[in-house]
């Protein structure tokens, strides 16, 4: 959710510029005075200083963004702690928080939900891109179930881009930057954007305006050039906001994006008499936005209408049938009243009416599908004096085909002293089958040919409840953070054989509630301020996931996950950074059978130089040490791009 306030009066958005180095250390609130502390608004809906957030919350800033190549949202989110990047097939790869999976995560967009694309979709990564990174002021994320204030997909967490806006002072930044892969194995990438934001008219009207151009070449596969290891893609996308305030308690917000993505790569089909295919696709976006938000005397209200548009089509070279093309639409409107009371309380109640559709001729023989979901929610954040605070809140959720789903959520905060913060917490979420999995007449070829699956309306709501306990530090010049939690999950819908098992384009599968997965982890992370003017940060997570009901690992999660980050800043106008990410082992199943996949590590270099007030100068080298993971397991369901030189300018004013 935004902060309530006008844009052009208040400005809780500029104090997250304040503090640039968080976005490597997301659990920490490092060593800043106190008014220039950041503030966030996704674990509550209200505006809260990061350490009072009842939840763990990690944020990046947009200053970080822009020392680093960043093309879509899984760049952007590279390097925060729990977050692991899995494979969802064709080499794209979906965000999992905590050892969920990627379908568990929420994306907004200034606290308007974006639908998860791989639920009408296969191998689908389709929501990551809806923003261009120029229009990003932060990037907000929850870790843990937070389907009490969103609704189904939170189950896992949440991930809020907050953008942008006017203010009564023009602004503007430009980003030109292009990467070139030593090898000349294509790759080769180039981007370009713009955001221009001021008043129209001061003190009343704000506009805000945003474009971004992308393209990247396909990456042939090093051991069969006809196939793509990584596949090509060209991006363009813009967008505006208008923001009115009528006066010092009211904004309206009118907001419209826009954009249109081509990829494209190199396949083979399976059997005996294989051949080579281009696959080509279309994938357009569309967002529209009316809000408004109030500040009275009595409290905040917030009311808003949304509607997220997402098309996908697809050609092939071999002349064989394409996929199916897919429209998938979501229509909301929501709101929430806050309001003090008794001195001690902060109520808030809300609710959400929502309608997705999704228009695709295997779904049934109408060619579409559609639900209606109703919520109310209810949220009082208790303070207990200056040192405790605990926040009590529920969403109690209507499904037009299972009914009614609750989800509770408790949190408790506890100040020691300035340095030292306590946190616990118990809650809920759940996340609805998807249109395609509820229709009994949806049936899909899968497995590249092997089993056809088919829907199943009797299908419950996947389930996890999650419980967490932790401590911060923030000492002089250094900080310490731990976190330990638990999902307990269950229902799980996986397809199941239910006939002709093994019968390679005879097995027949159905969507069922089958499995239950315990996940229990620990999160820590630090940074402390080195001589010669370096600072270090490092974050790390255990994580043992385990699937309950086939006593086995899940698969595609790392037992040990690590991001570090040193940065030299000699001086206001030159910085340096050297970045390790580095996933553990973790196993693969395919058609039943376990394969363990190696650890591997990436290291990248960035350097940035002003070379005046408005212009800064960037380049590095990412992927240094060239690690290609086919070359240590051809299990591997994702790639990553070989060693890349990238040089960029980046102006604002």
């Known amino acids: 959710m935004t902060p309530h306030s006008s844009p052009h009066r208040l400005p809780p958005l500029r104090l997250a510029r304040a503090v640039p180095f968080l976005y490597l250390l997301p659990c920490l609130a490092l060593a800043a005075p106190v008014d220039l502390e950041p503030t966030v608004v996704s674990a509550t809906t209200t505006e809260r200083k990061l350490r009072d957030a009842p939840a763990s919350v990690s944020l990046i800033a947009a200053e970080d963004l822009r020392r680093r190549p960043v093309r879509d949202l899984q760049e952007a989110l590279r390097g925060s702690e729990s977050l692991q990047f899995n494979g969802v097939g064709m080499s794209r790869r979906g965000i999992s928080v905590r050892g969920m999976s990627s379908e568990h995560t929420l994306v907004l967009v200034d606290g308007q939900r974006i639908s998860t694309s791989s639920g009408a979709i296969a191998h689908s990564d389709f929501d990551l891109g809806w923003v261009p990174v120029e229009s990003i002021e932060r990037i907000e994320v929850v870790r843990g179930p937070m389907s009490s204030l969103y609704g189904s997909e939170a189950l896992g967490g949440v991930v809020n881009v907050i953008t942008r806006r006017a203010t009564d002072t023009w602004t503007g930044s430009g980003l030109l930057d292009g990467g070139v892969r030593e090898d000349g194995l294509g790759g080769q990438s180039h981007q370009l954007g713009a955001y221009l934001a001021g008043p129209l008219v001061p003190g009343k009207l704000g506009l805000a305006l945003n474009g971004e151009s992308r393209r990247q070449q396909e990456t042939p596969d090093a051991d069969e050039r006809r196939l793509s290891e990584l596949e090509g893609g060209n991006a363009d996308s813009g967008g505006l906001n208008l923001s009115w305030t009528p006066d010092d308690a009211q904004r309206i917000d009118l907001g419209h ?239 199941v054989c239910v006939a002709r098992c093994g019968v390679r384009g005879g097995e027949v599968r159905n969507y069922e509630n089958v499995d239950r997965a315990r996940i229990r982890g620990l999160e820590l992370g630090g940074g402390v301020d080195l001589p010669a003017d370096l600072r270090w940060e490092l974050n790390y997570t255990y994580l043992d996931a385990r699937n309950r009901t086939a006593g086995q690992r899940l698969g595609d999660r790392s037992r040990h996950l690590a991001n570090s980050q040193l940065r030299w800043s000699p001086n206001a106008r030159f910085s340096a950074q050297l970045r390790t990410e580095y996933v553990g082992s973790q196993v693969a199943y395919s058609s039943n059978v376990g394969y363990a996949l190696p650890a591997y590590s990436l290291w990248h270099l960035e350097l940035s130089q002003k070379l005046s007030e408005n212009l800064t100068l960037r380049g590095g080298i990412e992927n240094l040490g060239d690690q290609r993971l086919a070359d240590d397991d051809t299990h591997f369901t994702y790639a990553e791009p070989g060693r890349t030189f990238h040089l960029g300018l980046v102006a604002s004013f």
């Open 257 to 495: 994006q826009r954009g249109r993505e081509r990829r494209w790569r190199n396949s083979e089909t399976g059997g005996p008499r294989s051949r080579y295919y281009e696959s080509r696709d279309v994938i357009e976006r569309e967002r529209w936005s009316l809000a408004h938000n109030g500040q009275w005397d009595w409290g905040s209200s917030q009311l808003r209408t949304y509607r997220n548009r997402l098309e996908r089509h697809n050609a092939r070279s071999d002349g064989q049938p394409p996929s199916n093309p897919q429209r998938l639409t979501d229509s909301v409107v929501d709101g929430h009243l806050s309001m003090p009371a008794f001195e001690r309380h902060l109520f808030t109640l809300g609710g959400e009416w929502r309608k997705e559709e999704l228009e695709d001729r295997s779904v049934n023989t109408a060619g579409d599908a559609s639900a209606r979901h109703k919520a109310l929610f209810l949220q009082d954040e208790i303070a207990f004096g200056p040192d405790w605070s605990l926040t009590l809140g529920s969403r109690f959720d209507k499904h037009e085909a299972f009914g009614w789903e609750s989800s509770p959520r408790l949190y408790l905060l506890h100040h020691l002293s300035d340095a030292l913060t306590l946190r616990a917490g118990v809650g809920r979420g759940y996340k609805a089958p998807s249109l395609k999995q509820l229709s009994p007449e949806y049936a899909a070829v899968g497995g590249g040919g092997r089993f056809t699956i088919y829907g199943n309306p009797d299908l419950k709501p996947e389930t996890n409840t999650s419980y967490e306990l932790g401590a911060d530090y923030q000492g002089d010049g250094w900080s310490l953070k731990g976190t330990v939690f638990e999902n307990d999950v269950r229902d799980l819908i996986q397809t």
